[in-house]
């Protein structure tokens, strides 16, 4: 992707270079990893795959209405701005077990093991399988914000109406 430099003049090539390895430096996000024993590292499945595949490091029974907290052997290490989030697998929402607090947000001061919390929604026991991809994870930036107290908000049209307000 071709991205626009902001305005500013260089002085030699070697700062222009220092710009560019700034932006790039900028665009790829390094995590770093840590792996309990026979944790599997997470994986994109496909080059245009948005999150990557997380696996059960253990052999649970999931009953039919509860959720659990499913260990996966991953600790991370995010930038600071950054986070974690935990996403279903479609694969699995089919089958009606899905990830219960979802998006999870994994902060960037966390560092313990990262645990996924499946929810089975389905009519029957489900076997959670150690090794077996159990949800995605999918990494963003986080903005800054700062929260501003006021007595009064600009008016819009919609207003305070919602559930449903805009149309099913």
């Given at each position: 992707m071709i991205q626009k430099l902001p305005d500013f003049t260089f002085v030699t090539y070697e700062d222009l270079c220092n710009k560019?390895?700034?932006?790039i430096e900028r665009d790829n996000l390094l995590v770093k990893v840590k792996l309990e024993k026979d944790a599997?590292?997470?994986?994109r499945k496909s080059e245009g795959a948005?999150?990557?595949?997380?696996?059960?490091n253990e052999d649970i029974w999931?009953?039919?209405g509860n959720?659990?907290?499913i260990k996966t052997g991953i600790c991370l290490e995010l930038p600071e701005g950054y986070e974690c989030q935990i996403r279903p697998r479609s694969g699995l929402s089919l089958?009606?077990?899905t990830v219960n607090n979802s998006p999870g947000s994994i902060d960037c001061d966390f560092r313990g093991e990262l645990k996924v919390i499946l929810i089975n929604h389905s009519l029957e026991n489900f076997y959670v399988e150690k090794g077996?991809?159990?949800a995605q994870l999918v990494?963003?930036?986080?903005?800054?914000?700062?929260?501003?107290?006021?007595?009064?908000?600009?008016k819009t049209k919609r207003g305070n109406k919602g559930f449903g307000s805009t149309g099913l």
């Open positions: 560019i390895n700034e932006i599997i590292l997470p994986e948005v999150g990557y595949d997380v696996c059960s999931i009953s039919p959720c659990w907290p089958k009606k077990i077996m991809r159990i990494f963003s930036r986080v903005l800054n914000t700062a929260l501003i107290k006021v007595k009064k908000l600009n």
